[in-house]
């Protein structure tokens, strides 16, 4: 019997409309390798560019969260469920730095710029 | 991915996400959206064959910020409390569809941490709250490169305007 892998719903559409996949696999890295070849679109959310899993994608082995395991390298065996749960988080950046499309960034940016400068005194 | 997105919330839930942001300022608050993902890809109103995805917002999950280290400008919630906030969702029939959060003295943009940390698909509610006072709310989806968020339609409807199992594409 295979290890079972648990896709959350935001990464779904990204693996077919699929809520788990089966593979057989000797850790939890390399069911993560399986599935991330099986769906390729999924890699960029899982992994940061150097290959690391991402700070907020959460891995557990039946209940036990692999950071404290062996992280990818905790071994699964036949019947395990390995669970990718997301944590969330966000907020401000002091410095006023958006992530939004070009012309709603041009906005921002403008209205930033009206609070930094005051209007020009009309004459008297 | 459709040409655009669209959020159909009622006015009392889009009003407790505002009190929920004044009542937490200067701290972030946040929270779990729970409603349904439409599949059905629906006609725009302005029947020029754009194409719009609607989702609705029937519930919200209020969740406390855990981060206690600089809860002015971050907010976190663990996998624990994701994993409670869908279970209340699956005890309504309904899923987790997004997260709320507000921005104290900042405006209902995204940041670049928002768009380092976000996943796909979810839709993110962000309220400006100035002084204490909540004002825009906006809400975004990160798209599907990562690169940055589009920003996606809060539309209020009223509760009796949305069907009890679906959507309702005549009623505004």
């Given at each position: 019997?295979?290890?079972?892998?648990?896709?959350?719903?935001?990464?779904?559409?990204?693996?077919?409309?699929?809520?788990?996949?089966?593979?057989?696999?000797?850790?939890?890295?390399?069911?993560?390798?399986?599935?991330?070849?099986?769906?390729?679109?999924?890699?960029?959310?899982?992994?940061?560019?150097?290959?690391?899993?991402?700070?907020?994608?959460?891995?557990?082995?039946?209940?036990?969260?692999?950071?404290?395991?062996?992280?990818?390298?905790?071994?699964?065996?036949?019947?395990?469920?390995?669970?990718?749960?997301?944590?969330?988080?966000?907020g401000v950046?002091f410095?006023?730095?958006?992530?939004?499309?070009?012309?709603?960034?041009?906005?921002?940016?403008?209205?930033?710029?009206?609070?930094?400068?005051?209007?020009?005194?009309?004459?008297? | 991915?459709?040409?655009?997105?669209?959020?159909?919330?009622?006015?009392?839930?889009?009003?407790?996400?505002?009190?929920?942001?004044?009542?937490t300022y200067p701290h972030e608050?946040?929270?779990?959206?729970?409603?349904?993902?439409?599949?059905?890809?629906?006609?725009?109103?302005?029947?020029?064959?754009?194409?719009?995805?609607?989702?609705?917002?029937?519930?919200?999950?209020?969740?406390?910020n855990?981060r206690?280290?600089s809860p002015r400008n971050r907010?976190?919630?663990?996998?624990?409390?994701?994993?409670?906030?869908?279970?209340?969702?699956?005890?309504?029939?309904?899923?987790?569809?997004?997260?709320?959060?507000?921005?104290p003295d900042?405006?209902?943009?995204?940041?670049?941490?928002?768009?380092?940390?976000?996943?796909?698909?979810?839709?993110?509610?962000?309220?400006?709250?100035?002084?204490?006072?909540?004002?825009?709310?906006?809400?975004?989806?990160?798209?599907?490169?990562?690169?940055?968020?589009?920003?996606?339609?809060?539309?209020?409807?009223?509760?009796?305007?949305?069907?009890?199992?679906?959507?309702?594409?005549?009623?505004?």
């Amino acid at each position: 019997m295979p290890v079972k892998v648990m896709i959350p719903s935001p990464l779904r559409p990204y693996a077919g409309k699929r809520d788990s996949a089966e593979f057989s696999a000797g850790t939890v890295g390399e069911a993560l390798g399986h599935l991330t070849t099986e769906f390729a679109e999924l890699r960029k959310h899982l992994f940061t560019e150097d290959g690391k899993l991402r700070s907020f994608v959460n891995v557990y082995v039946n209940d036990e969260d692999i950071r404290y395991l062996a992280k990818e390298n905790t071994p699964t065996k036949d019947g395990d469920t390995i669970s990718i749960i997301p944590s969330i988080a966000g907020g401000v950046t002091f410095s006023g730095a958006v992530a939004v499309p070009g012309r709603a960034a041009l906005n921002f940016a403008r209205n930033l710029w009206s609070l930094i400068v005051p209007p020009r005194r009309i004459g008297i | 991915m459709a040409d655009a997105a669209a959020l159909w919330i009622s006015g009392s839930l889009a009003e407790k996400i505002r009190a929920h942001g004044a009542e937490t300022y200067p701290h972030e608050c946040c929270g779990a959206l729970l409603g349904r993902d439409s599949s059905a890809v629906l006609e725009s109103d302005h029947g020029k064959g754009a194409l719009t995805l609607a989702r609705e917002i029937l519930q919200l999950f209020p969740l406390v910020n855990r981060r206690d280290d600089s809860p002015r400008n971050r907010f976190s919630v663990t996998a624990e409390d994701v994993l409670t906030a869908e279970k209340a969702a699956r005890q309504q029939g309904l899923e987790v569809v997004g997260w709320y959060h507000s921005h104290p003295d900042h405006p209902a943009r995204p940041s670049e941490y928002d768009r380092d940390h976000a996943w796909p698909w979810y839709s993110y509610i962000i309220v400006s709250v100035q002084n204490g006072a909540p004002q825009d709310m906006t809400s975004w989806r990160l798209n599907d490169d990562r690169a940055e968020f589009s920003p996606e339609g809060i539309e209020i409807r009223h509760r009796a305007a949305v069907s009890a199992t679906g959507f309702s594409t005549t009623e505004k």
